[in-house]
């Protein structure tokens, strides 16, 4: 029988459901590029999106000097020397799409090159169980949910599974979010801290939803929260961290024009005219539908085209339903770019972000919005849903602008079109506020502390 837990460590990087195949098969969601852009930069002319590229190495700590400051890097490396020889588990529930993934793929070859010996176990399940992960995550958001014995049996079975393969040997153990909440039940035969990183909004969860994982939750040593509005009452310790961006990723660091432009050109996509722009997974919370609806009434008044860029998660069975709405909702407009990406897409979304004359991101619910913290760091202005960790990062009228409406939303894309200098203040302000709060060096600080923290309860 087949190891269901598909583990990387080193590189920072599992290796389950990279493939095409099984990107389509496990999201539902086709790959149909749209044209098939030649990158310039590290990509050969001709790339076909289809075919996932070879990630580039990962970068080292030293060549964040450039962004952060060479004092920044000093403070990692002290926290982190009475760290060495600390051995750290990361398991979440999906190894491509989404932030999370984002995230550890660089949060762990850091902390390896720090020397806290870090691996990544990504947990699999049926579609069974992450469809009621999904609805889980649904539900916690705050929709209405029916929680049935057998969908509590399918999430315990498919954790039980995958707490029988894993192993729990390291000194501390993250789990991420609530789909592998559940191997808390490995902590009796584990001599590990465990600490329950949650992604999610949890400010408003379904009740039954959240009565069912709150015992799971209650047995970890600590929790980890996004924004301060989404603790719960909880007899463990609670912190905060915001997630982060690695701003020399493929998805965030700097491009040549020409590689953007030639991007554009392949979608067909005109740069000398307005680019509005909302990259997301095609998923309701993100209202991408929303959006299409604040573009029409904004459209007229002024021109713009808009580019709706996503994918599916590996973990999201939704994606080709919503995707469907969205292909609906647009029409046969011809200044509308329904971008059905693969998540091997990073250089082609920095693109188009870079490309974008504003940001959108219409969520009605959020996490935190990692889409948000791209398009500020590429100075764009950002228009979003006042949800989740976006007001976090987008404070009213000085680093974008916060919306709650499909009309609140076409308004301030009328507006920032038509105020270009007040629209190009938001976005240096925004690059500032991620450079100082949002960045990758910043998490890799919060958990140093955090790991100091839990091995001073062991070591008297
Ligand atoms: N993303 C991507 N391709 C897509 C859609 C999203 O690479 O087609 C990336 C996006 O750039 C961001 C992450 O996935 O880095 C989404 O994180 P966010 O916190 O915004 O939302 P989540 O998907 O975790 O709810």
Do not use: L, W
């Given at each position: 029988m087949m190891d269901p837990v598909k583990t990387r460590s080193?590189?920072?990087?599992?290796?389950?459901?990279?493939t095409p195949e099984a990107f389509s098969s496990r999201s539902g969601v086709s790959l149909q590029s749209p044209a098939t852009p030649a990158g310039a930069e590290s990509r050969k002319p001709g790339r076909n999106l289809d075919t996932p590229p070879i990630p580039p190495p990962p970068p080292h700590l030293d060549d964040y000097q450039s962004v952060v400051g060479g004092a920044d890097l000093d403070e990692l490396r002290f926290l982190a020397q009475q760290l060495k020889g600390k051995s750290l588990k990361m398991v979440n529930?999906?190894?491509?799409?989404?932030?999370v993934a984002e995230m550890l793929n660089r949060l762990v070859p850091l902390l390896n090159e720090l020397e806290v010996s870090t691996r990544w176990d990504v947990i699999t399940g049926g579609n069974d169980f992450f469809e009621i992960t999904k609805a889980f995550h649904n539900a916690l958001h705050g929709s209405s949910y029916q929680l049935t014995r057998q969908a509590r049996e399918i999430f315990l079975m498919y954790n039980e599974q995958n707490r029988q393969r894993?192993?729990?040997?390291?000194d501390v153990v993250v789990i991420h979010d609530p789909q592998p909440a559940a191997l808390i039940n490995a902590r009796d035969s584990s001599h590990a801290h465990w600490v329950w990183r949650c992604h999610i909004d949890l400010s408003n969860p379904h009740p039954e939803v959240w009565e069912f994982l709150r015992p799971f939750v209650e047995r970890y040593d600590a929790a980890v929260f996004s924004s301060q509005s989404f603790a719960r009452q909880l007899p463990i310790p609670q912190y905060l961290f915001y997630p982060c961006i690695d701003p020399l990723s493929e998805k965030n660091r700097e491009l040549e024009d020409s590689f953007v432009q030639k991007v554009c050109d392949d979608f067909g996509i005109d740069r000398r005219r307005p680019i509005v722009t909302q990259v997301s997974r095609f998923d309701r919370l993100k209202d991408p539908v929303g959006v299409v609806q604040a573009y029409r009434l904004a459209k007229k008044y002024v021109d713009c085209q808009l580019v709706l860029a996503g994918g599916g998660a590996s973990d999201d069975p939704e994606g080709a339903v919503v995707l469907q709405e969205v292909k609906e909702a647009a029409g046969d407009d011809h200044d509308v770019f329904i971008l059905d990406l693969p998540p091997w897409c990073a250089l082609e979304i920095n693109a188009l972000q870079h490309a974008s004359t504003l940001i959108v991101q219409k969520s009605i619910k959020e996490g935190f919005g990692l889409t948000v913290t791209e398009a500020l760091w590429k100075g764009k202005p950002t228009i979003a849903g006042a949800v989740g960790g976006i007001p976090n990062q987008i404070i009213q009228k000085l680093t974008g602008a916060l919306v709650h409406s499909v009309e609140g939303c076409a308004y301030q894309i009328r507006y920032l079109l038509t105020h270009p200098e007040f629209a190009r203040q938001l976005g240096k302000n925004g690059r500032e506020h991620v450079k100082e709060n949002f960045l990758i060096t910043t998490n890799v600080r919060r958990w140093l502390l955090l790991l100091r923290l839990l091995s001073q309860e062991t070591t008297p």
């Open positions: 080193e590189e920072g990087r599992p290796a389950e459901a990279d529930s999906t190894a491509v799409g989404g932030g894993m192993q729990f040997s390291e």
